[in-house]
């Protein structure tokens, strides 16, 4: 006989095995997760432990390199009033080393540069202003590492940032050098004008700067693309993803405060009046695009603590010339991926000034695309393949001059 299961009592088949499975699986699951966790513990560990001591080291660094570069440069006071040439050039050259200490932090944690397009070098003694993309905090720090060995620029380059960066450690050193600290919001742009406009009459040529950075978009992409989007939709501008619409005040400013262009025989444009028979005013804008892999930008927190993996960051360039050529025709805008673009053909004028920048971004949109598809730049006109360099930094360099910062903070503390 089949014995059949009393009334309220499940069938043998249908007991409590289905939902063990799952129980089962979870177990499964949740002791891979412990095994992963244990074996990750010590590679852990050993970030925070480092994260720490690099923190601990930047710290050290900074409480020995600024205030001697205070001290410096208060005691060259008087040579600053006998020869204020010497004293900025002297001024500069410690101030590329702080940046150099900076760059070093990313160096020594496997942040690297790899650069692409025009060697810029070639420019390096004219003057210029860079026009650069912003994605994070860590594109000042990719700078002043890929500048570092190009020649004198970074000695006499002058910063346009925002004004957070005055209250930062740093912020001291960017004032005595002569950096512009500009704040961003609508109700503060033209005061802000007025005031780069002036700066840049009383500080760049006095102290002898040659290169400007400037970050056209006025914030980060990851702030600014929504409104950037809203913004572009609502007037029939380009569609960007990569970078944001920039804003032309700035840019304006400083082409008409430095390009040395004649007019009827007399030089035009801010402090243009001032220039020795050397100068020839700004002769290059240098079209920079920075792109990290994955579209992961670095920030300042991990350049500083150095608990990303190392990466490298993409730095490309493009420099239009400024410089007049009153005998020759440019070549067509299409023809050279190094385009040049004579004064006359930059449009100084606030409407078609903005129409140039924004064809600048379009292209960059454009760069980046390639670059976030292929992991490279697409090569110059004439070109089959694209060329890179990889940026180095001398380690034998950079320990002199570490060397140099704390035996000079050893010295004040002695004479102090």
């Not at 600290?181 to 503060?188: E, K, L, T």
């Amino acid at each position: 006989m089949t014995a059949t299961p009393r009334r309220g009592t499940p069938a043998p088949a249908l007991r409590s095995r289905p939902p063990s499975a799952p129980a089962e699986k979870d177990r499964t699951e949740s002791n891979v997760r412990m095994a992963m966790t244990l074996e990750e513990a010590p590679w852990l560990g050993w970030l925070l432990v480092k994260a720490l001591m690099r923190f601990a080291f930047m710290v050290a660094n900074n409480l020995v390199a600024i205030p001697s570069y205070i001290c410096y440069v208060i005691i060259l006071q008087p040579l600053r009033v006998l020869d204020s040439k010497r004293f900025w050039y002297i001024e500069g050259i410690m101030y590329k080393w702080l940046l150099g200490m900076v760059a070093s932090w990313g160096w020594y944690a496997g942040y690297t540069v790899m650069e692409w397009g025009e060697d810029i070098k070639a420019v390096s003694k004219d003057e210029a202003v860079m026009l650069v993309n912003h994605q994070a905090t860590g594109d000042v720090c990719t700078l002043m590492m890929c500048l570092q060995d190009k020649g004198l620029v970074v000695a006499q380059m002058m910063w346009l940032m925002d004004h957070i960066f005055k209250y930062t450690n740093f912020g001291i050193v960017s004032l005595v050098h002569g950096d512009f600290f500009i704040r961003q919001g609508r109700s503060y742009r033209d005061q802000q004008l007025l005031l780069l406009k002036k700066h840049l009459e009383n500080n760049y040529r006095s102290r002898d700067r040659k290169w400007i950075v400037l970050f056209p978009e006025g914030g980060f992409l990851r702030k600014r693309r929504e409104t950037s989007q809203a913004f572009a939709k609502k007037n029939n501008l380009p569609f960007l993803t990569n970078v944001t619409l920039p804003r032309s005040g700035a840019t304006k400013i400083i082409l008409n405060a430095l390009v040395a262009q004649q007019k009827n025989g007399s030089p035009a444009g801010g402090d243009a009046k001032e220039l020795d028979s050397k100068s020839k005013g700004l002769q290059w804008i240098i079209d920079t695009t920075i792109a990290y892999p994955k579209a992961e930008p670095i920030d300042i927190q991990t350049w500083i603590l150095g608990y990303r993996k190392p990466t490298v960051t993409h730095v490309h360039y493009r420099p239009f010339s400024l410089t007049v050529f009153p005998c020759e025709r440019p070549q067509p805008l299409a023809t050279t991926l190094q385009r040049i673009f004579p004064i006359k053909d930059v449009p100084l004028e606030t409407d078609d000034l903005t129409t140039w920048l924004y064809q600048r971004f379009v292209e960059k949109e454009d760069l980046l695309s390639h670059f976030y598809e292929t992991g490279a730049f697409p090569p110059s006109k004439g070109h089959k393949e694209a060329v890179s360099r990889e940026m180095t930094l001398s380690n034998m360099w950079i320990f002199l001059i570490q060397s140099f910062a704390f035996l000079s903070g050893y010295m004040w503390l002695l004479f102090w």
